[in-house]
């Protein structure tokens, strides 16, 4: 006999299937007719509060993205206002987030972003750093990630600042070698 799949199974491999572009409860239920909106909507709530799903707003429709297993086990102990702060974080890549931007993407007031971000940091799940291009401001990203070269300046900054000693040392060698041909 075959083992039939819950709903839940069922909604998180079809957000899995859609990819990037994600999925609405509309598709699901185009997809999978046998399953009414009611149990469709508990579903889905049950996978965005276990961290298994993450739900974006586009052109005013709700769109499911599924994450990776590997991603669930970080972002599945967050709830609320920590999940969408996390979230948000995670789409800035290695590029980082601005508070302030934070603060307009997620809709969120500033003491709510700074109370998140400080469990988020307490939890090692962010970490902030400074950009060179925007030194007074503080970016947030995701602790495993590396920043940018657009944000730490690349070999040509050691801590923010540039490295001038690293510049003159590569002034001299490149002198010496023009000097030799």
């Known amino acids: 006999m075959a083992e039939t799949k819950s709903i839940e199974e069922v909604f998180y491999d079809e957000c899995s299937k859609a990819g990037i572009n994600g999925l609405t409860s509309s598709d699901f239920l185009t997809l999978h007719p046998e399953h009414n909106s009611t149990n469709t909507a508990l579903a889905m709530n049950s996978l965005l509060t276990k961290g298994y799903i993450e739900v974006f707003q ?38 980082g987030i601005w508070t302030k931007h934070l603060k307009s993407k997620t809709n969120l007031h500033e003491a709510v972003i700074k109370r998140c971000l400080r469990a988020l940091e307490q939890k090692a799940l962010v970490k902030a750093i400074k950009s060179v291009k925007h ?10 990630l590396t920043p940018s070269v657009e ?27 023009i000097l030799m041909k």
């Not at 599924?66 to 920590?82: F, N, Q, S, T, W």
């Not at 030194?135 to 495993?144: F, G, H, I, N, W």
């Not at 001299?172 to 070698?177: E, M, R, S, T, V």
Request: glycine share 10%.
């Open 151 to 177: 944000v730490t300046g690349g070999p040509w900054f050691t801590d923010q600042e540039l490295d001038v000693d690293f510049v003159e040392q590569l002034t001299n060698q490149c002198y010496k070698f």
């Open 58 to 95: 586009v052109r005013g429709e709700l769109i499911y993205k599924a994450l990776k297993k590997e991603e669930v086990g970080r972002a599945g102990a967050l709830y609320g206002e920590e999940q969408v702060v996390y979230n948000t974080i995670r789409s800035s890549g290695n590029e």
């Open 135 to 144: 030194p007074t401001r503080k970016l947030y990203m995701l602790m495993e």
